[in-house]
């Protein structure tokens, strides 16, 4: 059984439209994290598997039951939300309490499952209180618990930390995390901006991007091994270098040349076709180290330097405007504005997009 699967969902307000075909199969228990820029579709895709938009086409199944033309009510899903939406009248036992009332489920039931879920979220103290006497974080958990509560087959997070502040954000953040080990049979599915929050909670992570899935995988997988250039620089922070190389023949090999002369050997079998034309080269501010003249891949000269302590960063003025080059060196690194400095990185960190921006590696 799976837990929730997506076949070509497609969704227009009228004749604007927003999702072009969403395949996507969610196993049962897995944390799947839709992430992308605003605007990319991702709360209007969790927002119809919850039934709280009508699917223009396809066809969506929880559990394996086709629910297109099943309400929200029946589907079995829990939604927490960024504005929590709690009952202001009602204390948090009462909120976590309320759809269980409405479902006429006895007295003693009720009062185990909201002392569980309190228990879980470390509420019990505060579950006389009404939501108003609740720190923003406090009150995110009792959404989270009322969830819990209904014991859902799915649970939907709408980018349930954005109102907090950055402590409480990283707190909360890692309850759902402990969240996710306690409730091990329970799909989970989680919008966020966020590639922090996509990172560390996901089990698997789908790029959106203008309606379209770009890429799905491991937080690890997207990380090392990006599908195209969009999820190359989605993910990751600071973004991953992008500059141009052309592709070149010496001798019996071909190589990747930098727009400042450097030559560099990549035995890739699929650079043979793109003979002299020009691709894009890419490698992680992190993945860069100090090298001398002879062996670099890359050159320029210091623009400003950032000295965080733990790292270094060093941002060079790169001929490419568009695309400047930022270093992440590990710890504090004796250079200065005006220096010229000479950068080499491993070969298998060393990601090759062809004209179009797809992977010349990863595909
Ligand atoms: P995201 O959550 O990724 O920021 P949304 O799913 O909220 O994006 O929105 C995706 C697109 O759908 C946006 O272009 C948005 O303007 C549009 N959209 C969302 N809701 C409506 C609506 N009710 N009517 C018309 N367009 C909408």
Redesign the pocket.
């Known amino acids: 059984m799976t837990g929730v699967t997506l076949k070509n969902i497609k969704k227009s ?1 009228g004749k ?1 439209d ?1 999702l072009f075909g969403i395949d996507l199969q969610i196993e049962l228990g897995e944390f799947v994290v839709f992430v ?10 969790l927002r119809m598997i919850a039934g709280l938009e009508d699917i223009t086409d396809g066809e969506l199944y929880i559990e394996d039951v086709l629910v297109n033309d099943i309400p929200s009510a029946m589907r079995g899903i829990a939604m927490v939300f960024q504005t929590y939406a709690l009952y202001p009248h009602m204390t948090v036992y009462d909120n976590m309490a309320f759809a269980m009332r409405i479902a006429k489920e006895n007295k003693a039931k009720i009062d185990e499952r909201v002392n569980a879920a309190a228990d879980m979220l470390q509420l019990k103290p505060y579950l006389d209180r009404l939501p108003k006497a609740l720190s923003g974080g406090q009150r995110q958990r009792v959404a989270i618990g009322r969830a819990i509560v209904r014991n859902p087959k799915v649970f939907l997070f709408d980018e349930p930390l954005s109102n907090l502040d950055a402590a409480l954000r990283v707190q909360t953040r890692i309850e759902i995390a402990n969240l996710k080990e306690t409730l091990k049979d329970t799909t989970m599915i989680y ?1 966020t ?1 966020d590639q922090v929050e996509a990172m560390t909670l996901a089990d698997r992570i789908v790029v ?1 991007a203008a309606g379209k899935i770009e890429q799905v995988g491991t937080p690890l997988e997207l990380y090392t091994k990006p599908a195209n250039l969009f999820v190359a620089k989605f993910i990751g922070s600071p973004a991953m270098n992008i500059f141009k190389a052309d592709v070149v023949k010496t001798g019996g090999n071909t190589c990747i040349k930098t727009k400042n002369g450097h030559q560099f050997d990549i035995p890739v079998k699929s650079l043979a076709g793109l003979n002299n034309q020009e691709i894009s080269v890419g490698v992680r501010p992190e993945d860069f180290y100090l090298s001398d003249q002879e062996s670099c891949l890359l050159s320029g000269e210091v623009a400003f330097v950032e000295s965080l302590g733990e790292v270094t960063l060093l941002h060079l003025a790169y001929h490419e405007k568009e695309n400047p080059v930022v270093v992440k060196i590990p710890g504090i690194v004796n250079k200065h504005k005006g220096d010229i400095v000479y950068l080499q990185a491993e070969q298998d960190k060393v990601h090759l997009f062809d004209p179009q921006g797809i992977s010349l590696l990863y595909l």
């Open positions: 307000y604007t927003v992308g820029p605003s605007g990319c579709g991702k709360s209007t895709l919008v901006h959106l």
